[in-house]
């Protein structure tokens, strides 16, 4: 009766390790024949509909295209957990981890060194120094802010344009911010604009907390704000949704959230986009062919469709918005805001 206890419990907890990394492990990744993905979120969780589960999005579409052969997720409920939820594919032997946010660049790197037989993808991880084994995937935000920006002025009433949200301490948070301050000002140096970051917290929770968000941006609408713009996973949805439901133009993040909130898609104006999915999967194809590259690769931004409030655009807006898009991309238009915050 003993032995059959003890068996019980060997197999609880090796259900309770396989659900932890997304479902059940049923090929074995340290084979040549195997090419595994697996991917560390940050404590943003897979299902957060902006950033994690794109780039998770971008994993699965390694797989749907054939690429991959196995992929799985863990994710990381405590930042103390990076280093250990990384190993947990280091050890099993997968060919490629995908690590999700700037938080997670040290335990990336560093993981590198302990596998050097692993391909590192760190999305929002600039690579400053070169790590071996590590491939940083980043957008510049500050594009893709400027254009939601010029679009929050040209599409004001009231003059006045509120932005909510996680820490400036990530560069990527900080650009998309000033990005959008910036874009706004190319349109009316006059306009009023507010913006604020979830800086009175601990990682754990800058990027968790939609009620803060709603709270803030609430309290800006109050104010006459009539356009909110909000990033930084479920603190940022928690102000678009906040914004929906007063009614107003909400702006999302990462990816088209018009598709990912359909709570608040009715007053979704559009999103600033870094083409997440399509640059994991286009990274990780290039690892499995031994095409990847050590250092820095910029992935694509821009700025969702108009959907549901696409007849409120005039075609003058319309139109400013591509000629912006088109300068930002030829250079002739600049941002002029930093990597990181000064």
């Given amino acids: 009766?003993?032995?059959?206890?003890?068996?019980?419990?060997?197999?609880?907890?090796?259900?309770?390790?396989?659900?932890?990394?997304?479902?059940?492990?049923?090929?074995?990744?340290?084979?040549?024949?195997?090419?595994?993905?697996?991917?560390?979120?940050?404590?943003?969780?897979?299902?957060?509909?902006?950033f994690n589960q794109s780039a998770w999005e971008g994993v699965q579409k390694a797989k749907a295209d054939g690429v991959a052969d196995v992929v799985q997720y863990v994710e990381t409920t405590d930042a103390k957990d990076y280093a250990k939820n990384i190993g947990q594919f280091g050890d099993a032997g997968y060919d490629v981890v995908v690590t999700v946010g700037f938080a997670l660049a040290e335990a990336t790197a560093?993981?590198?060194?302990?596998?050097?037989?692993?391909?590192?993808?760190?999305?929002?991880?600039?690579?400053a120094d070169v790590?071996?084994?590590?491939?940083?995937?980043?957008?510049?935000?500050?594009?893709?802010?400027?254009?939601?920006?010029?679009?929050?002025?040209m599409m004001t009433e009231s003059g006045k344009i509120g932005g909510v949200f996680?820490?400036?301490?990530?560069?990527?948070v900080w650009r998309f911010g000033e990005g959008?301050?910036?874009?706004?000002?190319?349109?009316?140096?006059?306009?009023?604009?507010?913006?604020?970051?979830?800086?009175?917290?601990?990682?754990?929770?800058?990027?968790?907390?939609?009620?803060?968000?709603?709270?803030?941006?609430?309290?800006?609408?109050?104010?006459g704000v009539d356009v909110i713009f909000a990033g930084g996973g479920k603190t940022g949805n928690g102000a678009v949704v906040a914004a929906a439901q007063r009614k107003i133009y909400a702006i999302g993040v990462d990816t088209d959230q018009y598709l990912t909130l359909p709570e608040a898609a009715p007053q979704i104006l559009s999103s600033a986009m870094k083409?997440?999915?399509?640059?994991?999967?286009?990274?990780?194809?290039?690892?499995?062919?031994?095409?990847?590259?050590?250092?820095?690769?910029?992935?694509?931004?821009?700025?969702?469709?108009?959907?549901?409030?696409?007849?409120?655009?005039?075609?003058?807006?319309?139109?400013?918005?591509?000629?912006?898009?088109?300068g930002l991309l030829d250079g002739s238009i600049k941002t002029n805001v930093a990597p990181v915050k000064p």
């Avoid at 790590?131 to 002025?153: M, Q, R």
């Fill in 180 to 223: 959008y301050r910036a874009g706004a000002m190319y349109i009316n140096p006059d306009i009023e604009i507010s913006i604020v970051y979830h800086n009175d917290v601990g990682f754990d929770k800058t990027f968790t907390d939609p009620e803060w968000a709603a709270n803030s941006a609430n309290a800006m609408i109050d104010q």
């Fill in 131 to 153: 790590t071996p084994g590590v491939t940083g995937l980043n957008f510049p935000e500050d594009n893709a802010g400027f254009l939601v920006g010029a679009l929050a002025a």
């Fill in 166 to 172: 996680a820490t400036d301490a990530v560069p990527p």
């Fill in 275 to 326: 083409l997440i999915v399509p640059g994991v999967a286009e990274l990780v194809k290039a690892a499995k062919e031994g095409k990847i590259a050590d250092g820095n690769f910029v992935g694509a931004a821009g700025y969702a469709p108009y959907h549901d409030l696409d007849a409120k655009v005039s075609a003058e807006t319309k139109a400013k918005m591509e000629e912006i898009a088109k």
């Fill in 110 to 127: 560093a993981a590198a060194k302990t596998y050097p037989d692993v391909r590192f993808i760190g999305v929002d991880q600039f690579q």
């Fill in 1 to 50: 009766m003993k032995k059959l206890y003890f068996v019980m419990a060997l197999v609880i907890i090796a259900s309770m390790v396989l659900t932890a990394c997304g479902g059940a492990a049923t090929q074995d990744c340290k084979s040549d024949k195997v090419f595994c993905v697996g991917l560390v979120t940050d404590v943003g969780k897979v299902d957060d509909k902006s």
